[in-house]
């Protein structure tokens, strides 16, 4: 949705985006790569209206290389 415009699952053209940004008196969508709030790397969210559907996208690829130092690497199977 983030390219296209249009949810993969419906179709639809009505796509909200919900920034990942923490603010005063908001919860955002955020990865940790520490314990304080200096250390987040935030996680837009992309709503499909029609049916719901939601895709999440790392806002700033900068931060991947934190993140992998932060967690471990999914391995189907284990």
């Given at each position: 949705?983030?390219?296209?415009?249009?949810?993969?699952?419906?179709?639809?053209?009505?796509?909200?985006?919900?920034?990942?940004?923490?603010?005063?008196?908001?919860?955002?969508?955020n990865i940790y790569t520490g314990i304080t709030?200096?250390?987040?790397?935030?996680?837009?969210?992309?709503?499909?209206?029609?049916?719901g559907y939601i895709e999440e996208w790392l806002?700033?690829?900068?931060?991947?290389?934190?993140?992998?130092?932060?967690?471990?690497?999914?391995?189907?199977?284990?």
């Open positions: 949705m983030k390219h296209t415009g249009i949810c993969p699952k419906c179709s639809g053209q009505d796509i909200l985006y919900i920034h990942g940004i923490q603010e005063a008196g908001e919860i955002g969508n709030s200096l250390t987040q790397s935030p996680v837009g969210r992309y709503l499909c209206e029609s049916c806002d700033n690829l900068h931060d991947v290389p934190k993140i992998k130092k932060r967690f471990k690497p999914f391995k189907w199977g284990e």
